[in-house]
């Protein structure tokens, strides 16, 4: 289950081979009826299902369709008979975990997408107030693992699968380059650049997001930018190749920010901005260095690099470190800082024979741990041992469960809503602007003795000026 009907490859790639390979019947709960996954779904006759995820958690009215929502998935669920449901992605979970509690299926999972839902507050809140729904959460990292330990899920009820590639399409001996300097016009020896990755929105200053991701753009694009400049010091024919498009038109006005921003730096000669490329596996077989400087992730892009033998510089974040082995692998640098990110790509670029042997070691660990293979083994492993102690019920019995879970779950559902409104929503609008009316009043009053005595200070001046241009009193006068 996952609310998109693009990307979502991995979920495809899941699908087919657990139903290929491991003999389940599959099928996938889906936001709509057209989009590339849709397609890819179609062309191997997966069949799929269409639930409107749109209601969500920003406003009271999303608020009175959610109800509505999860009991419409929760009667599919029950009228399909899952045995197993399995949510990806905060947003898809947040409607499946309660709609497959209520129908009652006998094996329950969602496989956490990446640390940022565990360090955002409310969405880290959630996830603690609603984990004890599943019967097993799948962390898909070595960080998301540590956060959910840390929010105090229990060990036996944890286990750790990757989201990997599909290790046939990312072999550097049987493809088909993508000739991306003959396309740009750029000789063989110039040193290439490049980072793979979609231009997200910056992340707006909520409670759904940490606090030290507030109006930033995730992928680190700017940073690989910024680094760009300094690397080009010492490589001044280097090129830094940006492959990706903008995701919806926020992200759109994100690529033109960063767009403005080369222009600025005078680096419009240097910097391409690829768009959206289908042959991304052909691209990373070219680079001389490729980057992933995101500043939250799941494994992000390594994968994929590391599979094509690429050399690779990556941030020191989420689930990177467990592909990217600094010195071993690729080589690690902080988060939001381009001076160490053009260390690290110069230190590649000057040593190409290091560069490459990093980029052979990361193939064989990728080969190793991180393919699509292992990922649908264990989770086939996981789905046994579960539907093992959770047998599915009789119809009578699971309507009679169905119905007790909706009288003990309301009250639940009921503090959730009023802690994300109230709580996490409301009072952080309207209190801080209450306080600020309520702080300028205090501040008049508290004021108000300084204003008087001004007052009184400036009447005796005038006063007393007034008086002066009148002269001084004489004899005469008195009399």
Not at 21 to 47: M, N, T, W
Not at 71 to 81: H, V
Not at 281 to 296: F, I, K, P
Not at 322 to 330: A, I, K, L, S
């Amino acid at each position: 289950m996952v609310a998109t009907t693009e990307g979502g490859t991995w979920m495809f790639e899941q699908l087919r081979e657990l139903r290929d390979q491991h003999g389940f019947e599959v099928a996938a709960i889906v936001s709509g009826y057209q989009g590339k996954l849709i397609d890819k779904l179609r062309s191997e006759r997966i069949p799929f299902h269409v639930i409107n995820f749109r209601p969500g958690f920003g406003s009271p009215r999303a608020l009175l369709q959610l109800p509505r929502t999860v009991w419409k998935l929760a009667q599919l669920l029950r009228r399909e008979r899952f045995d197993i449901v399995q949510t990806h992605v905060f947003a898809t979970m947040m409607i499946g975990r309660p709609a497959a509690w209520l129908a009652d299926v006998p094996v329950r999972l969602s496989m956490i997408a990446g640390p940022l839902q565990l360090e955002a507050p409310t969405s880290r809140w959630i996830e603690r107030a609603t984990a004890w729904m599943e019967t097993a959460i799948i962390a898909s990292c070595e960080r998301s693992l540590q956060l959910c330990h840390e929010i105090g899920i229990p060990r036996e009820r944890l286990s750790l699968i990757y989201y990997t590639p599909d290790a046939t399409k990312f072999d550097p001996q049987h493809l088909r380059p993508a000739n991306i300097r003959q396309r740009y016009g750029w000789t063989k020896d110039t040193p290439v650049v490049g980072m793979v990755a979609y231009f997200y929105p910056r992340l707006p200053k909520t409670r759904w997001m940490p606090e030290y991701l507030h109006k930033r753009g995730v992928k680190g694009h700017e940073d690989f930018i910024r680094a760009a400049r300094i690397v080009l010091s010492e490589f001044p024919h280097a090129k830094f190749v940006m492959v990706g498009s903008g995701w919806t038109a926020a992200g759109d006005d994100y690529q033109r920010e960063m767009k403005l921003l080369v222009a600025e730096l005078g680096l419009q000669q240097s910097v391409v901005f690829g768009g959206f490329q289908e042959d991304v596996n052909g691209v990373l077989s070219e680079l001389d260095v490729a980057v992933q400087a995101s500043l939250s992730e799941n494994l992000g892009g390594t994968a994929e690099a590391l599979m094509m033998e690429c050399p690779l510089v990556a941030t020191r974040v989420g689930g990177m470190v467990d592909t990217v082995r600094d010195r071993e692998t690729g080589l690690l640098v902080n988060p939001s800082d381009p001076e160490d990110l053009a260390r690290a790509i110069l230190e590649l670029l000057r040593e190409p024979q290091y560069a490459n042997a990093l980029g052979a070691a990361g193939r064989k660990l990728m080969l190793e741990r991180f393919t699509l293979e292992r990922t649908t083994t264990e989770l086939s492993t996981l789905y046994d041992c579960l539907l093992e102690t959770n047998e599915r019920r009789t119809d009578s019995r699971r309507q009679l469960v169905c119905f007790c879970r909706l009288l003990a779950g309301a009250p639940l559902f009921a503090y959730i809503a009023f802690r994300l409104f109230v709580i996490d929503l409301l009072l952080p609008i309207y209190v801080p602007a209450y306080l600020k009316v309520l702080a300028g009043a205090a501040i008049r009053i508290c004021y108000l003795p300084v204003r008087v005595a001004a007052f009184v200070l400036r009447s005796a001046k005038a006063m007393a000026g007034s008086a002066s241009r009148k002269g001084p009193l004489n004899k005469l006068d008195l009399d």
